[in-house]
Each structure stands twice: as structure tokens, then as C-alpha cells.
């Protein structure tokens, strides 16, 4: 994200410079009795407050002309139960620390998705997700929580503490108060091997249960306009991590990046050369094997810019979306050379999780930054649509309340919670007022 001062104000830009904002007051808290006193000054002024975690949401969630509030120095580990294997971090904490100072103490996130630049609290709140058939979201691996309520006062929601509110609190989209610290559930340190393949798009469908049910991670990557997938496979092991990290991440940030760049910017330039680029990025499918310790290897490095929508659906229904995305693309002849990213995730019991109640396939489109993406987007979501899709809360869409209601089966429940924590509306937008009816 981007903060760019300007005069006393600073105005704000997410990852992907789709949403930005003008806040008349920019505050960064160093501990809990400043973020109080932010949170009393702007009662008593009667402004909204948003917070941010690192800007890689795609939608205006935080966006705000009011207050924006930034937690990113309450960062860090604050407790370690060993008997228990929980961890109670601060909730500014980004990902990419986390997993190292877990590492440090012996101990490793369950899972993770492939960007690390979130922090925990933007991580859970948005229901970001890794895959793997038999893991959740990173919200599933949150056993309580802390908020910072409307009128100043700390929250704790646990299994044995207003645990009425856990399965709202763990994806909460920033509407139910300001988190401030989370414990997770973690494992001993472990370390992983992945394997990259290609393998063509037919094969690929026709494997896809196997794939998934006889591999910790799974996920892959299919090119418009190709015949072309690539695997991308990862499982535990105890292999002798090698020095080659250094080449990996030189190959990944300098090779694979910089030249996808400069083929994402012919593309943008002449928006015909799509399919020919897209035939191109498949060719030079990167093909091999890393191990490394986990957090290392969950995340790879997305320097190239983009915009992105992202759904759940059932995971048996993975095939059939693909085979139609494919016609679409090719019927509509869409300048579109990013491969369509597909992971899969477990179920679980969070009300406001795409996962909610049902194994998911989550498959996410992207157009590089500076393209036309509206209506290869609106499209592409009517098929998602067709098999009751839900969409990532940090991800584009243009799903209204009323169909929102209808993929998410607690949302007025979690509304009514909204209202119960912050009946006066401090933590609202006008993106989510909009969203959800909120009056």
C-alpha cells in the first residue's frame, strides 16, 4: 500500500492502486491506550474509523474520508502457550514476520496463502486462504481473539468467552471493532518440498480428485488460451534443505517477474498479442522441485500488478467452471494472458467464509493493471454465479445484499451482531453501508 502525504492529509492507495482515499486523519497507535484515544476523539467528533492492514485488498473495504487508522506497530508475538500449542500474536503483525518469528520459537502457521504481505488481522478478516483439501483458512487456525469495541473497551471472544461472537469475529470484514491481538493454533516447525509440473488442461480435470486428496497442497495454474497447466504440489518431508534459496528467489523475482512484466506491458500496449503472450508466460512454466522450511515456501513473489476477482464453490464443481470459463474466453475473445488460479480449501463453520458449511474450490481471474477488466470480470461471474459462487471479501465483485444473502446464509446474522457491538456505526464505510443495506 501507499501512503503519500499531502499537505496534513495522507492519501492512501491499496496494492493495485484500484482504491484510494482521502482521510482527514491518518493515525498509527504504538500501543492500546492510543488506539483508545483514536477511538474517543472520533466518537466525540462523530467520524467513522477504518483500519488498514498492508492494502492488499482489491475493494474499498478500508477505504474513508474520515478516519483511517493503521496498526501496524502493534506488531509481533506476545504469548506462547507450548502446552497448548497456541500462539497470541499482536494483530498488525504481517505474515511474512510471523512466519519467521515462529520459526525462531520452533513453531510453524498450519497453512498459508501465496501472498505474505498481509497482516494477521487484514489476513482473517477478509477470509484469506492457502489450499489444501484437508485445511481451512488461515481464520480456521484463530482459537480467540481480542477487539477493541466502539466505546474504547477490549473484547475477548474464545471458546470460553463470548463464544457466541468467535464464528462472526474470525472473518468480520473490520464491522464488529478494531482487532488487536489473535491467538492461533500452531504446529511444531515442519518443512516442505514442492514439486512444479505442467500438465495439459484435460488431464489436469480429469486428475483433479486425485491431486487433491493425495497432497497436503495443491493448486494450479491454467493459461488462457492454452492447453497448458501447471501443478504446483507441496507435502512434508525431512530432505536436507539445500543452498538454493538465494537462485530460487533470483530466478522467481528477476527472471519469471521482470520478464512477465515486460510481456504483461506489450499486452497492455496491444491488447491482441494476448493469446500469443499467454502461449508465451506457458511455455516457460517453471518446472522443478524446492524444499525448503514452510513459511519459505507458501508465498512467491507477485511484483507485477493486477486486478483480481476471486470465488468459492463447491469443489465438485471445479471441472465444470473451467470447461466454461474456457469457451467463454475463447467465444469472447478476451485480451486476457494472466493464467486463472485454482486452489481448493476445507470447509468450516465461519459465518462469513466463502468455505462456510462446504468443501470449496476457490478459482480467482486477474487482468494486469492498466487493461480493461469490467466486462471479462462480469462475465466470468455470471458463471460463478450459475453454481451459487460466493466471492472473497478482498477480492472485485459485483454480487448486490440480495444476493448476498442468498450465498452467504448468516449474513443477516452477522449483521444483527454488527448492530449489537456498534450500534452507532464507527466502523463503517460507504462501500459496506452500501454492501449490506446498512442505514
Known sequence: MFFIKKKRAVFFKNWSESVHCLPNHYEEPEDLHALKNIIERAYMEKETIRVVGSGHSFTPLVATSEVLVSIGKLSGIEKIDRENQLVTVWAGTPLKELGLQLHKVGYAMENLGDINEQTIAGAISTGTHGTGAELGSISTQVHSLTIMKADGQLLHISPNENAYLLNAAKVSLGLLGIIVKVTLRVLPAYQLTSHSYKESF??????????????????????????????????????????????????????????????????????????????????????????????????????????????????????????????????????????????????????????????????????????????????????????????????????????????YPKLEEFLDLRKELDPEGMFLNEYVRELFHIR
Open 202 to 407: 484435460m488431464q489436469s480435470l480429469q486428475q483433479l480428485e486425485l491431486l487433491r486428496r493425495s497432497n497436503r497442497n495443491f493448486e494450479f495454474f491454467w493459461f488462457p488460451y492454452t492447453d497448458t497447466v501447471q501443478i504446483k504440489i507441496m507435502n512434508e518431508d525431512n530432505y536436507t534443505i539445500t543452498e538454493t534459496k538465494k537462485q530460487n528467489m533470483f530466478k522467481k523475482v528477476v527472471i519469471e517477474n521482470g520478464l512477465f512484466f515486460v510481456l504483461s506491458e506489450v499486452s497492455r500496449v496491444v491488447p491482441k498479442t494476448a493469446k500469443m503472450i499467454s502461449a508465451a508466460s506457458a511455455a516457460g512454466v517453471p518446472i522443478g522441485t524446492e524444499t525448503a522450511h514452510s513459511h519459505e515456501l507458501y508465498a512467491t513473489p507477485r511484483l507485477v500488478k493486477f486486478n483480481e476477482m476471486e470465488y468459492c464453490i463447491d469443489a465438485k464443481y471445479m471441472p465444470d467452471v473451467l470447461k466454461e470459463i474456457d469457451t467463454l474466453i475463447r467465444t469472447y475473445e478476451f485480451a486476457v494472458h494472466f493464467p486463472i488460479e485454482c486452489r481448493y480449501v476445507k470447509k468450516d463453520s465461519i459465518w462469513l467464509s466463502p468455505s462456510f458449511e462446504r468443501d470449496s474450490a476457490y478459482i480467482a481471474i486477474h487482468m494486469y493493471k492498466g487493461m480493461e477488466f469490467k466486462r471479462y470480470f462480469e462475465e466470468v461471474e455470471k458463471i460463478f454465479a450459475k453454481y451459487n459462487g460466493r466471492p472473497h471479501w478482498g477480492k472485485m465483485h459485483m454480487m448486490q445484499y440480495e444476493q448476498l444473502k442468498e450465498v
